[in-house]
């Protein structure tokens, strides 16, 4: 460092500056401080002050340099994994070491001076600190000022500055050279990024995406409008008609509920009538009940006495069964301790015989052991006499041996001589060996590198077809999307078209179920009208109401009404005819009706006429003589009926004549006796006046015509308005059957229309899932295309790279063959030396083998004396194993001595504890057995109690049987008024149905409590005959109506004011869209404007800096278009001094990087950016040009901060701050700052 600081004293790389100098500088966005933490190498926090003008960074390769240069451009936003050397945005943080552990986040924080340009929100501060995190979990974070923002945010604050990952502010490895060889369009950007026009490029992009979704929004806007100005005009019919409708059902409403409200107070009185009577059944029962619970009480009390008096008996039958065991318990353990006592008699004599045997063991063992003790002596005396032998013959030995070392190391020196020459022999050897290993290694070398080159070849042929083939994919992957787009827009239209009839459907549906319903409420309330018989006679519907609710009253078989039907056009005529005889009670026989007139006087039921099925005498009898008419066959009830006798015959040749009423009506075969008794004179006839000239040549006719008028046989003519009672009976029957057959015509439809609705909606779902389908298959086209097209640019770029491989493989291959013939000289001089050292080898291995010879004999002789002391040492090793064999069985004799006297001990006292328990044993058998004859006794008497108590158990259920039979009948009274209760509350039941049923229909219909809407009508008379005219009129034009879409008017509403707010939206849009056409135009014009002008200062000083640096020379920039300003690239045109260049490819190195720089030094001269990073710009430079090049960086440095990544000294010696990056511990970076201003002054 010291060396650095010397140097940088020279008057050329003076770096002292003036204070004029240092108040030129800009105080703009410069960088005043780099924080790194968990980044890459940096796993520790690192602090980088930059506030000098110029900075370095120096370091070996491979300690981290460059990822100072990484961590800037990824603290600015850099989102190319790829851009800061890694696969994945993960890689940035740090992955331990082999003495440290991953980190779990990343950080960079820039920290910037600010001259006031910073967006309006961070203008106030001083100075701005960006700040971006990556988590290991993927979580990302960026903060200015500590505050959270989003990545535009930061991009923004560096837009127009000439700052940002892309700009020409940071120049890293490998860039300078493609700056050079970059296409026109993408050396543009610089110029760009210089003119500052690049925030006006994003502008002016999603301006272009506005208005494209400004156009689609417009698009769909115009759709919408034209499909609500079709449905505007329908609706606004619809509307008026739903209005008109509304009008008619609040009409229909009123009169309605006030039918309903007084139906309903009819079945309230009926009501408290019933409670009453329900009141009294329940008293009554309630006292019955009573007497059961209190019988049931008793009976529940003798119960439980039973039940103790079987818990005392299975107590008894305990105890009995508990004396049971015990005895067999006690004879039991008799026979266990008996079979005990005497298997502990018989050890005990087994004991004592044992016994008698190892005393004898005992003896035998005594014997042996003095024997053995005898031969131990002996052996031990030989010992003693063996050990004097071997000491004699070892001092022998040790004479021997010291004579031979003395001769030995006069042969150990002639050999270390021998061993000198053989060393630098073989060394020589080794040596030749390693030269020929070393040719021969380098002769395959330089084999695999020919071979390298020929693969190389064959890759460039395949990478070649590789690339053809993937031309040919992406053009088969381009087709396949544009067909998958054309199968995503015909499914897309398809589903536009199913969307409607899905609609469509939706609205039939909700048509059929709303006409549906109301023809099932229309047919339910004529069905309970008709149930209740209203409009028959008080009478009438008191017979039949009990006739329906009871089956006391078989006979009743109906009314007339119910017997007889007639055809819309014939209906009035009929009920004209038949007046109240319409509500006669059809009964089995005379005795049924005289039955029902006598109930009805005792309940004061009113009046009601009766008519049995079978006819009357004298009127069947009558002869059916006369015209024969048909009936036409409308019905298999209808039959050919004839005139009675006296109607004559000429009926047939009058106007308007219908003919006899039953041969146009219908009606049940069972009852024809009573249709003919009823109308068996009637005839039917247009209009009066024909009923009046036919009457007067016929006889006994009554004659009725269409609308209702009679003329009977005297004369009398009946007529004028409908009566209000028996009006519309049979319209109501014929409305009944037409309503049924309505509504099952709307459940076919309705299902129908379901059915289709259903299959719309499961096409809908599988052409949703088939637009799924294709737009995942078209994101995968998407990717795949991406994927094919960077493989297509990696084999270009493998290409280029094997080429250059090439060609480096052919100068290594000529390098080798160079050193192999360098190698094959010194092979034959090292051949040389080692014959040499051969020769004097083989002079020293005769003196060696005259000295081997004599120190042969000498260790012959030692060897013999060896052999005399090893045989002594032997016998003396025999006679210790002798020794030692006898101790041992000596000692093992002693042992089983012992051993055998505590045996005999241990089964004496045995045999002893044997025969004392067996005594015992016997007197406990002798005891158990007198408590087991105690037991007996007591088990005779538990048993005689046990007959005692069950007998008295037995009396005791047979009362209890008894008692339970009274309950019984008290049971069945209490159930009997159950029933009745039951029919009351079934009664009340059916009340409260009807008025719950009345209730639902006056909700269901007009979603009105009807209880609330007595109040507003109980005063009210019953509805007259003039308003249900009016009802049935209403009913008419409601339904002359047809269909009524009563959400028309809020559709119609609705759809109004959509069409104007998207009349007005569509304004607003057209008007947006004519705004940002006139924006991009302003764009437009504008970065056409700064470009050309950037374009011109940057080409002028191009040419001023290119010859400075080259020291002569030309260079300019072109632009490929210059009619097209806004999209030309842009050209490099330089010609070295000297050189007549036809392209910039076949410059150096050096040359390559001096054009870049000098286009670098120009953009920085027409637009200084706040700070410039330069990573081994350098490095391709000679000396006298990095000279040149530090000249520029000093020049530029008043009014651009510089950060230099370098190896250069002489780069060096013009910073004004070094930091060192070293890598103390394996894979952790670590920065060392000096300050060289300080180091200078230190020095001077």
Not at 910 to 931: F, H, I, K, N, T
């Amino acid at each position: 460092m010291a060396g650095l600081a010397a140097r940088g004293r020279s008057p050329r790389g003076s770096r002292t500056r003036t204070n004029a100098q240092r108040r030129k500088r800009r105080d703009d966005m410069r960088i005043k401080r780099i924080e790194l933490s968990g980044f890459k190498s940096f796993c520790d926090r690192a602090i980088l002050d930059m506030r000098q003008p110029i900075t370095a960074v120096v370091g070996p390769n491979g300690c981290g340099k460059s990822n100072i240069v990484d961590a800037l451009m990824w603290a600015m936003g850099e989102q190319r994994a790829r851009h800061l050397r890694g696969k994945t945005m993960e890689d940035v943080i740090f992955n331990g070491s082999d003495g440290r552990g991953p980190a779990g986040m990343a950080e960079i924080s820039l920290t910037f001076d600010n001259d006031g340009r910073a967006p309006i929100t961070f203008r106030d501060y001083s100075e701005i600190t960006v700040t971006r995190r990556l988590h290991r979990d993927g979580t990302s974070e960026y903060l200015i000022n500590k505050l959270p923002v989003r990545l535009r945010d930061v991009t923004n604050l560096f837009l127009g500055t000439g700052v940002g990952t892309r700009a020409y502010s940071i120049i890293e490895q490998g860039r300078v050279g493609m700056i050079v060889s970059a296409k026109p369009e993408d050396r543009r950007h610089f110029i760009e990024e210089a003119a500052g026009i690049t925030k006006y490029r994003r502008r002016k992009q999603a301006a272009e995406r506005k208005i494209e979704a400004t156009r689609q929004n417009l698009l769909r806007v115009s759709d919408v409008l034209e499909e609500i100005g079709k449905r505007l005009g329908t609706l606004r019919r619809q509307a008026q008609k739903a209005e008109r409708y509304k009008r008619y059902k609040d009409e229909m409403r009123g009169i309605e509920l006030r039918s309903c409200a007084h139906r309903m107070l009819g079945l309230i009185a009926e009501d408290k009538v019933v409670a009453g009577r329900r009141e009294e059944v329940q008293q009554e029962r309630g006292r019955a009940e009573l007497a059961l619970s209190t019988g049931e009480s008793s009976l529940e009390a003798a119960r439980l006495k039973g039940l103790e008096q079987e818990r005392v008996l299975n107590g008894r039958q305990e105890d009995l069964y508990q004396l049971d065991n015990a005895i067999k318990l006690g004879e039991s353990q008799c026979a266990y301790q008996s079979r005990e006592a005497s298997e502990l008699l018989e050890r005990a004599e087994a004991a004592q015989e044992e016994i008698g045997r190892l005393e004898a063991q005992l003896s035998d063992a005594e014997g042996r052991r003095e024997e053995v003790q005898a031969r131990v002596d002996d052996i031990g005396a030989e010992r003693a006499a063996l050990n004097a032998a071997l000491l004699e013959r070892q001092r022998e030995h040790e004479a021997l041996r010291d004579e031979l070392r003395a001769f030995e190391a006069g042969v150990e020196s002639e050999q270390r001589e021998t061993s000198r020459l053989e060393r630098e022999m073989a060394r020589s050897e080794a040596d030749l060996r390693a030269m020929r290993q070393r040719r021969e290694d380098l002769a395959d070398r330089r084999q695999r590198h020919l071979e390298e080159g020929e693969r190389v070849l064959a890759r460039l042929e395949t990478l070649g077809q590789a690339a053809e083939d993937l031309d040919g994919e992406l053009g088969q992957l381009r087709d396949d999307l544009e067909r998958l787009m054309q199968r995503k827009e015909d499914a897309q239209a398809r589903l536009g078209e199913l969307r409607e009839a899905s609609q469509r459907g939706e609205a039939e549906l909700e048509v059929l179920s709303t006409e549906l319903q109301r023809r099932k409420s229309r047919l339910a309330s004529l069905q309970e009208i008709q149930s209740r018989y209203e409009g028959f006679g008080e009478g009438t519907r008191a017979i039949m109401q009990r006739h329906n609710g009871s089956s006391a009253d078989r006979g009743v078989l109906g009314v007339v009404a119910d017997v007889v039907d007639a055809p819309a056009h014939y209906e009035t005529a009929l009920e004209a005819v038949l007046g109240q005889r319409l509500g006669t009670v059809v009964v089995e026989d005379d005795d049924v009706g005289v039955d029902a007139i006598s109930y009805l006087k005792e309940q004061r039921k009113g009046r009601s006429s009766f008519i049995a099925k079978s006819a009357r005498r004298g009127v069947l009898e009558q002869a059916p003589v006369g015209v024969v008419w048909d009936a036409g066959g409308a019905s298999a009830q209808r039959q050919q009926y004839q005139l009675a006798a006296g109607a004559g015959s000429g009926l047939t040749g009058y106007e308007g004549v219908h003919g006899p009423i039953l041969g146009l009506v219908s009606y049940n075969s069972d009852y024809r006796a009573v249709a003919e008794m009823l109308l068996s004179d009637v005839v039917v006839v247009e209009d009066l006046p024909r009923a009046m000239r036919v009457w007067e040549d016929i006889d006994r006719q009554t004659l009725v015509t269409l609308d209702g008028e009679i003329l009977a046989p005297d004369g009398t003519v009946t007529g004028g308005s409908k009566a209000a009672e028996m009006s519309g009976v049979l319209r109501q029957k014929r409305e009944i059957k037409e309503l049924k057959a309505i509504i099952a015509d709307l459940q076919r439809q309705y299902e129908a229309s379901l059915e289709r609705h259903v299959t719309v909606k499961t096409e809908i779902a599988a052409l949703e899932q088939l637009l799924d389908e294709v737009t995942r298959d078209g994101h995968q086209s998407d990717k795949e295309i991406l994927t094919r097209e960077k493989d297509l640019g990696r084999i270009n770029s493998e290409n280029q790279s094997l080429a250059s491989r090439r060609v480096e493989m052919e100068r290594e291959a000529q390098r080798l063959t160079d050193e192999i013939a360098r190698i094959g000289e010194r092979e034959e001089v090292l051949a040389d030396t080692i014959g040499e050292s051969q020769a004097q080898g083989r002079v020293a291995e005769d003196i060696i083998a005259l000295l081997r010879e004599a120190r042969g004999r000498l260790r012959q002789q030692a060897d013999d004396a060896s052999t005399a002391a090893t045989d002594a040492r032997v016998a003396l090793a025999q006679a210790q194993t002798a020794y030692e064999a006898s101790a041992g069985t000596l000692k093992q004799l002693e042992e089983m001595a012992r051993e055998r006297a505590e045996r005999i001990d241990e089964l004496t006292r045995a045999s002893a504890s044997g025969r004392e328990r067996a005594e015992q044993l016997r007197e406990a058998v002798d005891q158990a057995r007198e408590e087991i004859q105690t037991m007996v006794g007591q088990r005779a008497a538990a048993l005689e109690g046990l007959e005692v108590g069950r007998r008295e158990h037995e009396a005791h259920q047979a009362a209890l049987a008894v008692s339970e039979q009274g309950l019984k009948e008290q049971r069945a009274r209490v159930a009997e008024l159950g029933v009745e209760q039951g029919k009351l509350e079934v009664k009340a039941s059916e009340i409260a149905l009807a008025r719950r049923h009345l209730e639902e229909q006056v909700w269901d219909r007009y979603r009105e409590p009807l209880i609330e809407t007595l109040h507003d009508f109980h005063l009210d008379p019953p509805v007259t005959e003039t308003e249900s005219e009016r009802l049935a009129q209403l009913r008419q034009l409601i339904e002359r109506m047809g269909e009524i879409n009563l959400t028309a008017i809020d559709e119609f509403r609705q759809l109004d004011e959509r069409n104007q707010f998207l009349s007005t939206h569509k304004a607003d849009l057209e008007d947006a869209l004519s705004q940002l056409t006139r924006a991009i135009q302003k764009i437009n014009r504008t970065s056409r404007k700064r470009f050309a002008e950037t374009f011109e200062l940057v080409n002028a000083k191009f040419q001023e800096v290119f010859p400075r640096l080259f020291r002569g020379g030309r260079g300019k920039l072109v632009l490929t278009d210059a009619e097209d300003v806004l999209e030309a690239g842009v050209d490099i045109i330089a010609q070295p001094p000297g050189k007549k260049l036809a392209s910039m490819d076949v410059m150096s190195g050096g040359e390559k990087a001096l054009t870049a720089t000098s286009l670098i030094f120009a953009m920085f001269l027409v637009k200084p950016t706040p700070f410039c990073l330069l990573d081994e710009v350098d490095a391709p430079l000679d000396e006298a040009n990095v000279v040149r090049f530090r000249e520029m960086i000093r020049e530029m440095s008043a009014e651009s901060q510089f950060i230099v990544i370098t190896h250069n000294r002489n780069t060096m010696e013009i910073c004004d701050r070094l930091y060192g990056v070293t890598m103390e511990e394996p894979g952790a970076s670590k920065v060392v700052s000096v300050n060289l201003r300080e180091a200078q002054e230190v020095a001077a």
